[in-house]
T-cell receptor, first 113, second 114 residues
Framework: EPEVTQTPSHQVTQMGQEVILRCVPI?????FYWYRQILGQKVEFLVS????????KSEIFDDQFSVERPDGSNFTLKIRSTKLEDSAMYFC???????????FGPGTRLTVL | AQSVTQLGSHVSVSEGALVLLRCNYS??????LFWYVQYPNQGLQLLLK??????LVKGINGFEAEFKKSETSFHLTKPSAHMSDAAEYFC????????????FGAGTRLFVKA
């Protein structure tokens, strides 16, 4: 059964550094998402992406964040200058249609020191 | 603006007892509603979804949920809890208002006692 994959599983970085979190969505899916979950808290929507552009973004997704689908298979989340409060689990998800089931990856745990 | 409220951050039931996890939503347009489960150190897995077909939705692992528009609710139930049901459960709503975003509730952690 196809699944969403994410790399790395754990990323440790210094405050102020750039990080790129990578996701490989399910191959025939057209809608892509990033979420984050701060330890012990709820899952928060960051951004949705369709047809090579951002469809919707939350207030969390400020100028420090960007997304890209560089090669038709990967979907990346870049944080330009990480802050301590960016420490969280980041989940990628994909879906066939806009309001259909989203399939989640296992997540990348980002730790900012 | 859409929002999701899950009543009770923690619910504890005995094995074999009824599970009831509550979810209320607000949405300006007909919503798509979902329940996801998260086991420790794992991603989210879909339990079931409501997409404007039948109001009673059956999902995996014996769970079901009923969409009640008048109450703006989508409560999750299971007749008989099993130890393996212990996990975090998230209710979510998706709207298409030009763009599309999914909002999750705060989650309910289910404990199952032997």
């Amino acid at each position: 059964e196809p699944e969403v994959t994410q790399t790395p599983s754990h990323q440790v970085t210094q405050m102020g550094q750039e990080v790129i979190l990578r996701c490989v969505p399910i191959s025939n899916h057209l809608y892509f998402y990033w979420y984050r979950q701060i330890l012990g808290q709820k899952v928060e929507f960051l951004v949705s992406f369709y047809n090579n552009e951002i469809s919707e973004k939350s207030e969390i997704f400020d100028d420090q964040f960007s997304v890209e689908r560089p090669d038709g298979s990967n979907f990346t989340l870049k944080i330009r200058s990480t802050k301590l409060e960016d420490s969280a689990m980041y989940f990628c998800a994909s879906g066939r249609e806009a309001q259909d089931t989203q399939y989640f990856g296992p997540g990348t745990r980002l730790t900012v020191l | 603006a859409q929002s999701v409220t899950q009543l009770g951050s923690h619910v504890s039931v005995s094995e074999g007892a009824l599970v009831l996890l509550r979810c209320n939503y607000s949405s300006s347009v007909p919503p798509y509603l979902f329940w996801y489960v998260q086991y420790p150190n794992q991603g989210l897995q879909l339990l079931l979804k409501y997409t404007s077909a039948a109001t009673l939705v059956k999902g995996i692992n014996g769970f079901e949920a009923e969409f009640k528009k008048s109450e703006t609710s989508f409560h999750l139930t299971k007749p008989s809890a099993h130890m393996s049901d212990a996990a975090e459960y998230f209710c979510a709503v998706t709207e298409n208002t030009g763009g599309f975003k999914t909002i999750f509730g705060a989650g309910t952690r289910l404990f199952v006692k032997a």
